[in-house]
């Protein structure tokens, strides 16, 4: 029976001499083990010339790699946005080009909330983002871009408590945001899974 592993932070086809790309990916392997560069299992890797064309390839995607990552992650800016898809609300001249970037931050996390591709994390983490997102802090708006950044079937398991929260995401009182999500869903009737406050909170918070 195949097992399902999950890898997180593996090298990107990274060379072991080169500075390594580092990411999250989930992955099934079966029963075929741990991946292993092409260096390590080739018999003569100066004259693989697979091997040379990987190489060649990764100096030519490394750099891309490096400026998509960047831009990714980065707060997004106005300036990458056209004026004709912004919300009617966000004025120019009524707000500093701070307020209106965070303003940005905030909507596009609770959109990436509701949109997750699974009833249960789309009703459960985006009714949360709704409720919570606009009155978070800077740090607390890190620490949730930070969860929504997971894959969706870790973030169902860690919400409705199959998983422990990870540890890097964890707090030694207990008040991170991960956690504050987790004690929501076990108190919310839409954490018991009630169909009739499922489509309340659709219709509520729009995630129709």
Known sequence: MAL??????????????????????????GDSGEMKHRSEVSSNPTQDQILQREEMLLNIAEPKFIKI???????PRLAD????????????????????????RRKRLVYRAKQRGWMEVDVLLGTWASINVNSLNMDELNQFETFVNLETIDIYNII????????DMKTEDGSGIVERIQEWARSSPLGKAQPEKYGAAKREHNLI
């Open 69 to 75: 990552q960047a831009r990714h992650v980065r707060m």
């Open 81 to 104: 946005i056209p004026k004709a898809s912004l919300p009617l609300d966000m004025k120019e001249g009524q707000h500093t080009l701070e307020e209106l970037e965070l303003q940005v």
């Open 160 to 167: 409705t408590l199959r998983t422990d929260v990870p540890l």
């Open 4 to 29: 399902r592993q999950t890898i997180r932070s593996i090298k990107a086809i990274a060379r072991p001499s080169s500075a390594s790309l580092q990411f999250s990916i989930r992955t099934y392997r």
